[in-house]
């Protein structure tokens, strides 16, 4: 990038990787950085760490950096958002709003500082999609085993290792058997039998 080498400052913290590996960054530089999309434009100073490994982006942006643009970051696209959005603090009692009419067995919570156009609108959207919500196990239809399927990643050449068994509470472990059983009613689990 050709920088002039009084503008690198001195950085000595070293980066840790998802592998562990340990970076010592070559130093950190200030520079002016625009971001923009249709009919928005931001300029920032932002700070780059100058690092000496192969990479397969010339710049990784960070949280830091993106809070600063101001920048939505979902996985497909970038936007720049010129105002906030207000945020809303969670309300101490939220308003239950039952999803489908009459049965209060099927509830959800809303909290009450949303102003009241946005308050209908997510009632309206919730009760317009009550179809993708589920109340209990057997509800979920669940997925085909064509598209995903867990696997353990096991070599079979190795001797397999019991885990040691973990102890509870009584009261956590009366919940676990709960679950457990719910998902074996529901077929999302099954009991496999391992020779010793």
């Not at 520079?31 to 690092?51: G, N, R």
């Not at 809303?110 to 209908?120: N, R």
């Amino acid at each position: 990038m050709k920088l002039d080498k009084r503008r690198i400052k001195h950085f000595t913290s070293p980066l840790v990787s998802f592998t562990g590996d340990r970076i010592i960054p070559r130093g950190i530089v200030t520079l002016i950085m625009i971001a923009s999309t249709y009919q928005a434009l931001i300029t920032k100073e932002i700070d780059f760490l100058i690092v000496g490994c192969p990479s397969t982006y010339n710049i990784i942006l960070g949280r830091p950096a993106l809070n600063r643009l101001r920048a939505a970051t979902p996985k497909y696209y970038l936007k720049v958002i010129n105002e906030p959005e207000p945020i809303f603090e969670p309300s101490e009692t939220p308003q239950e709003v039952e999803v489908t009419l009459g049965d209060s067995s099927k509830v959800l919570k809303i909290g009450l500082a949303f102003p009241t156009l946005k308050k209908e609108k997510m009632i309206s959207l919730l009760r317009a999609n009550q179809d993708v919500f589920t109340w209990k196990h057997e509800d979920m239809l669940g997925i085909d085993r064509k598209i995903i399927q867990h696997r353990p990643n096991v070599n079979l050449e190795c001797k397999p290792v019991q885990q040691k068994q973990r102890i509870f509470t009584l009261e956590h472990n009366k919940a676990v058997t709960e679950e457990v059983e719910k998902l074996l009613e529901a077929g999302f689990i099954r009991e496999v039998f391992y020779l010793d």
